[in-house]
C-alpha cells in the first residue's frame, strides 16, 4: 500500500533544529521517502525541552516518518560518502549558512553533476543574498524582523511573540510548498534541470502577514497592536465567562453580524446606524466589544455556546490542549493519533493535514535514536561492511 501521494519522493534532510527538519517531516506525511543525516553527535533539537526521562518529545514530532544516519560532512571520507548517497535522491534540503556546503566540497554544480534534477532546498534566516545573509537567526528574530511581534500584543504595551516559535511552522509549510512546486514541473518535465530554492524565514512571516505592505503602499499606515481585537472588524474580543472559561469572538460580514446580535439577546444592534456596515462597526469598535464581553462575562460557557449555536453566531472556546484531547470534533477526525514510539512505546501527536480521500498520508513513527539506520543506508544501500561501518564509527565519520 501506498503511504500517500509523495510515495515516490525521495528526499535527503541534512537539515537542524526545526523549521527545515519540519518541511522533510510534512513530506514524509504524505509519504515521501525522507533521510535525516546528522553530525555523530546528534542535531541540537535532541536536547530541547520538554523532555521525558532526558528524550526531547519536540523531537519526536518534528523528525517524525525518517530514515536516522550519522556522518560528519565536515570530513573528507564524509564527503565522499555523501556524495554516493545523494544520487539516489530527488531534494536535499539544507539549513547551513549560505556557503557552508560549498565549503566542504558540496556546491550545487557538484551536486548536480551526481543528480542533474536534484531540488535544492536552502532554508535560512534572510536568504543566500543581501546584506544580513551571513547573520544567524532563530524563531524570535523571524518574528521580529518579519513584522508579526510588532502587531502582536496590546496597544499600550510590549511587541509580543506566540508562545511557540510559530516561524518555525511558518518556514517548515514554505518549505514544503516550495519542494511540491520544483518537483511538479519535474514530473510534467522528464528534460527539466535541478532547481536551487532560497527560502528567507523572515521573509515567510512577512508573507504571512498578507495586506501590511499593501496597507503602508496605499494609505501610508503602519498596522499596531490592538490586542485581541480586529481592527478591521467588530465584534472582535476574547472574554472571560462566567465559570472562568474563555471564549473567542469574531465580527465577520453583516449577516454573521446579526446571528452574533441575535445570540446575545440584542436584535436591536442589528438596525443601529452606528453598526450597519463591517468599516462603521471597526469605528465604534470599543462600544461594540463591550456589549458583547459584558454578556459573555455574566454568562457561562455552556450557556453561551448553546445560545451562539442556536442562532448561528460564530465564537468559540479557547482551548488548551487537554480540551482538544477531549473535543468530538477532534475525536471524529483523528487530529491526534498514537503513534509507535522506540522510547515510550506509544505517543500522541498530530495527524497528517490535510486528509487525502484516495491516497492518504500516516505518521508511520516518531523520531527515532540517532544513527538508528546506519546499518541499512551504509550497509544495504551502500554495501559497506560491517568491518568498514565499525571504522567509519571509530573514526567519528559516522
Known sequence: MSNGPLDSLRVLDVSTVMAAPMAAALLADYGAQVLKIELPSGDILRKLPPLKEGKSLIWKVTNRNKLFVTLDLRQPEGVEIFRKLVGRFDVL??????????????????????????????????????????????????????????????????????????????GGVFGALAVLAAAWKRAKDPHAEGEEVDLSLTEAVLRLLEFLPIEYDQLAKVRERAGNATQFSAPTLVARTLDGKWVSLTGGDDVRFACNCRSIGRADLIDDPRFSSMALRAEHAEELNGIFRRWCESHTL???????????????????????????????????????????????????????????????????????????VYGEWLGMSSDELARLREAHVI
Open 93 to 170: 534540503i539544507e539549513n547551513f549558512r549560505p556557503g557552508t556546503l560549498d565549503r566542504w566540497g558540496l556546491s550545487k554544480e557538484v551536486l548536480w553533476s551526481i543528480q542533474p534534477r536534484l531540488v535544492i532546498v536552502r532554508i535560512t534566516a534572510f536568504g543566500q543574498t543581501g546584506p544580513y545573509r551571513d547573520r544567524p537567526g532563530f524563531a524570535r528574530v523571524f518574528e521580529a524582523m518579519g513584522g508579526l511581534a510588532y502587531i502582536s500584543g496590546r496597544p499600550d504595551d510590549t511587541p509580543m511573540h506566540c508562545g511557540y516559535p510559530i516561524a518555525d511552522a511558518v
Open 302 to 376: 455552556n450557556a453561551i455556546l448553546e445560545a451562539y449555536e442556536t442562532h448561528d453566531g460564530l465564537i468559540s472556546p479557547v482551548y488548551s490542549i487537554a480540551q482538544i484531547e477531549q473535543d468530538p470534533q477532534m475525536i471524529a477526525r483523528d487530529a491526534i493519533v498514537q503513534v509507535p514510539d522506540d522510547d515510550f512505546g506509544l505517543v500522541r501527536m498530530q495527524n497528517v493535514v490535510p486528509k487525502f480521500a484516495r491516497d492518504p498520508g500516516k505518521v508511520r513513527a516518531s523520531g527515532a535514536a540517532l544513527g538508528r539506520d546506519n546499518e541499512l
